[in-house]
């Protein structure tokens, strides 16, 4: 098993381009994360989604959109981009056994906005 | 509503202990703990519910005082894999349910041979 995968790993973009992260998971889990990180920000909830074809917001969505069509695929995109949103995003699923769960993370995408 | 996490940062001499604490202003379900090695995704540790019951790997230890919302994770004879940031993860009584996290803003722990 792959666990969870991100593409691309590295990202440069210019003010305004967009660009969609992929995250893919092959452990069946219904909920998946995106997060961001920042120097001394620890993980900020961007947008989850606790099963196919549905999806919410996090902490901090301004500026991101999502999608979930497909179970083991959870897309991220940034319309517009903007140097605030120079970071680095991890996506992460889980499988809930009722309250018992624990989140598997991607390797991370490192997006730079110039 | 970010829990609070002391100290930020800790460096101690291989085999020392530590404490890392994670506080909450508000009524916490569950606390979760996190290790992230530098460059590295977050790994998960333990998961501690409100009620006692708790799920984490063997080496691990740690506590939930549900009348404080704080939370404790103990390291004992540390060696050098344990050095990373760790992070709590906090979920709150309110959006039981809603299976989302809020992060610390982590504790860099640096082991020294």
């Known amino acids: 098993n792959a666990g969870v995968t991100q593409t691309p790993k590295f990202r440069v973009l210019k003010t305004g381009q967009s660009m969609t992260l992929l995250c893919a998971q092959d452990m069946n889990h219904e909920y998946m994360y995106w997060y961001r990180q920042d120097p001394g920000m620890g993980l900020r909830l961007i947008h989850y989604s606790v099963g196919e074809g549905t999806t919410a917001k996090g902490e901090v969505p301004d500026g991101y959109n999502v999608s979930r069509l497909k179970k083991q695929n959870f897309l991220l995109g940034l319309e517009s981009a903007a140097p605030s949103q120079t970071s680095v995003y991890f996506c992460a699923s889980s499988l809930h056994r009722g309250p018992i769960y624990e989140q598997y993370f991607g390797p991370g995408t490192r997006l730079t906005v110039t | 509503q970010q829990p609070v996490q002391s100290p930020q940062a800790v460096i101690l001499r291989e085999g020392e202990d530590a404490v890392i604490n994670c506080s909450s202003s508000k009524a916490l379900y569950s606390v979760h703990w996190y290790r992230q090695k530098h460059g590295e995704a977050p790994v998960f540790l333990m998961i501690?519910?409100?009620?006692?019951e708790q799920k984490g790997h063997d080496k691990i230890s740690a506590s939930f005082n549900e009348k404080k919302q704080q939370s404790s994770l103990y390291l004992t004879a540390s060696q050098l894999s344990y050095s990373g940031t760790y992070f709590c993860g906090t979920a709150l009584l309110s959006n039981f349910g809603n299976e989302k996290l809020t992060f610390g803003t982590g504790t860099r722990l640096t082991i020294i041979p």
């Open positions: 501690l519910l409100k009620g006692g």
